[in-house]
Each structure stands twice: as structure tokens, then as C-alpha cells.
């Protein structure tokens, strides 16, 4: 082998190992700051601190002479309905039904299983959090629709970002231009940011219900893949 492939190799080793330390040091990043994140809200919830900011923004998003009118045109509660709705249990069990059902028959079942895991994991995580926290709908305005759970952290917020981030990786993956790669990475947040916003106008959650679910939900979806890159670079020692 001469100098010069030589030295070729030795740099796109580099620049490969480099890459790969930086996305560990991003995800671990990621999930440090969206650990600690949620624990400061979740402690400033059970303090009552966020009392004040969370009922002047729901109550801002009212008519100011009377809660039960959304402010915006007539179409708007209709139209944040639908948006709320891609974040609902049903719609999130059939994207990953489906994108499963794909995965076996392109027998990519590794990543199969870690999507799996990654959306039920998450899916008891919300739950559990739910239910040790037991914070009550918000009472201050009058809901836009029917909600019977819980409401700390919002279930809606912390699944989209899983589930959203989740697939939107799988599809990044296929792709070989960056530019894309981030577009469907960005589009991803942008739809579980446009969800937790939902969730606020509907008035079936507080806004620190929404802050707390993207937090857990970036927090698990980094933990996840991180599991999963070292479990691979084992695999392939």
C-alpha cells in the first residue's frame, strides 16, 4: 500500500471516529440538560412556584372577558384539534405499527426492536411519571375537549418527541445528503413542538406540563440511542 492510500486511511479513520465522539457527546449533552431540565420544573411544580406563570398564560390565550372563548378566528380550536390529534395515543400506535410492520419486511429487525423499545419504554415512562406527580388537569379555563388523565408531564408533548424523533431518525438514516438529514430531524421537533403548543391552547395542560414532557421525551430519546451506540460498538468489537 503506498504513502499516499495510507494516509488517506488514516484520515477517514479520523474523521470517522471524531464524527462518531461528537454524536456521543451531543446525546449525552442532550440528555444531562433535558434530565436536569425536568427535575427543576418538576420541583418548582410541586413547590407551586409556577402557579402564576402557568394560569396567566393559559388565561392569556382566553377571551379576557370570559375563559371559555378562545382568542383567534372560529376555524383555530378546530384546527389545533387536528394538530393535538397527531400526538394522540391511537395515531402514534398506528405510525409505529406501521413503520414496524415495514422494518420486518425489510428485515431491518434490530432496528425494529430498539424503535419498540424506544416508544413503549417512553409509553411507561410517561405513565409512571403521571402517576407519582398526580398534578390535576389545569381548572382555570375551560377545556376544548375531553381529557381524563393526569397532567403532569403532558403525555402528548413527551411522545411526539419519541415517537416523531424516533421514526425521523429511521428515515434520516436512509438518507445521504445532510441537508435533508436535518430537515427531517427539524421537521420532527417542529411537529412535537406544534403538538405541546396544542395541548396549551386546548387548556388541557399547563404550560409547564408541555415544558416537562419535551424534556423527559428528549431526555429518553437520547438515553435510548445512546444504549443503543453502545451496544453496537460492542457488538462490533
Given at each position: 500500500?503506498?504513502?499516499?492510500?495510507n494516509i488517506?486511511?488514516?484520515?477517514?479513520?479520523?474523521h470517522?471516529f471524531?464524527?462518531r465522539?461528537?454524536?456521543?457527546?451531543?446525546?449525552a449533552?442532550i440528555?444531562i440538560?433535558?434530565s436536569?431540565a425536568?427535575i427543576e420544573?418538576?420541583?418548582?411544580?410541586?413547590?407551586?412556584s409556577t402557579?402564576a406563570f402557568?394560569e396567566?398564560?393559559?388565561?392569556?390565550l382566553r377571551?379576557?372577558?370570559n375563559y371559555?372563548?378562545p382568542r383567534g378566528?372560529?376555524?383555530l380550536?378546530?384546527?389545533v384539534?387536528?394538530?393535538t390529534?397527531?400526538?394522540g395515543?391511537?395515531?402514534?400506535f398506528?405510525?409505529?405499527?406501521s413503520?414496524?410492520?415495514f422494518l420486518?419486511?425489510?428485515?431491518?429487525?434490530k432496528?425494529?426492536w430498539?424503535?419498540?423499545i424506544?416508544v413503549?419504554?417512553?409509553a411507561l415512562?410517561?405513565y409512571?411519571?403521571k402517576?407519582?406527580?398526580?398534578r390535576e388537569r389545569p381548572?382555570?379555563?375551560?377545556?376544548?375537549?375531553a381529557e381524563?388523565s393526569?397532567?403532569?408531564?403532558?403525555?402528548?408533548?413527551?411522545?411526539?418527541?419519541?415517537?416523531?424523533?424516533?421514526?425521523?431518525?429511521?428515515?434520516?438514516r436512509?438518507?445521504?445528503?445532510r441537508?435533508i438529514?436535518?430537515?427531517?430531524?427539524t421537521?420532527?421537533?417542529?411537529?412535537?413542538?406544534?403538538?405541546?403548543?396544542?395541548r396549551i391552547y386546548l387548556?388541557?395542560?399547563?404550560p409547564?406540563?408541555v415544558l416537562?414532557?419535551?424534556?423527559v421525551?428528549?431526555a429518553?430519546?437520547?438515553?435510548v440511542?445512546f444504549?443503543a451506540?453502545?451496544?453496537q460498538?460492542?457488538?462490533?468489537?
Amino acid at each position: 500500500m503506498s504513502i499516499k492510500e495510507n494516509i488517506l486511511n488514516i484520515k477517514e479513520f479520523l474523521h470517522n471516529f471524531a464524527f462518531r465522539d461528537l454524536r456521543v457527546i451531543v446525546a449525552a449533552f442532550i440528555f444531562i440538560s433535558a434530565s436536569w431540565a425536568f427535575i427543576e420544573i418538576a420541583d418548582e411544580v410541586n413547590e407551586g412556584s409556577t402557579k402564576a406563570f402557568d394560569e396567566t398564560i393559559l388565561t392569556t390565550l382566553r377571551n379576557a372577558e370570559n375563559y371559555e372563548i378562545p382568542r383567534g378566528p372560529k376555524w383555530l380550536p378546530e384546527a389545533v384539534r387536528d394538530i393535538t390529534a397527531l400526538g394522540g395515543g391511537m395515531v402514534l400506535f398506528l405510525l409505529t405499527a406501521s413503520v414496524a410492520g415495514f422494518l420486518i419486511l425489510q428485515k431491518e429487525y434490530k432496528i425494529m426492536w430498539l424503535m419498540l423499545i424506544t416508544v413503549a419504554g417512553g409509553a411507561l415512562l410517561s405513565y409512571g411519571l403521571k402517576e407519582f406527580y398526580a398534578r390535576e388537569r389545569p381548572d382555570v379555563v375551560l377545556h376544548l375537549m375531553a381529557e381524563t388523565s393526569l397532567s403532569f408531564p403532558s403525555g402528548h408533548s413527551m411522545m411526539s418527541i419519541v415517537v416523531y424523533l424516533a421514526l425521523g431518525s429511521l428515515i434520516a438514516r436512509l438518507q445521504t445528503r445532510r441537508r435533508i438529514r436535518v430537515y427531517i430531524i427539524t421537521l420532527a421537533l417542529f411537529l412535537s413542538f406544534l403538538i405541546g403548543l396544542s395541548r396549551i391552547y386546548l387548556g388541557v395542560h399547563y404550560p409547564t406540563d408541555v415544558l416537562a414532557g419535551w424534556s423527559v421525551g428528549l431526555a429518553w430519546a437520547s438515553l435510548v440511542w445512546f444504549a443503543a451506540w453502545y451496544i453496537q460498538r460492542k457488538y462490533d468489537k
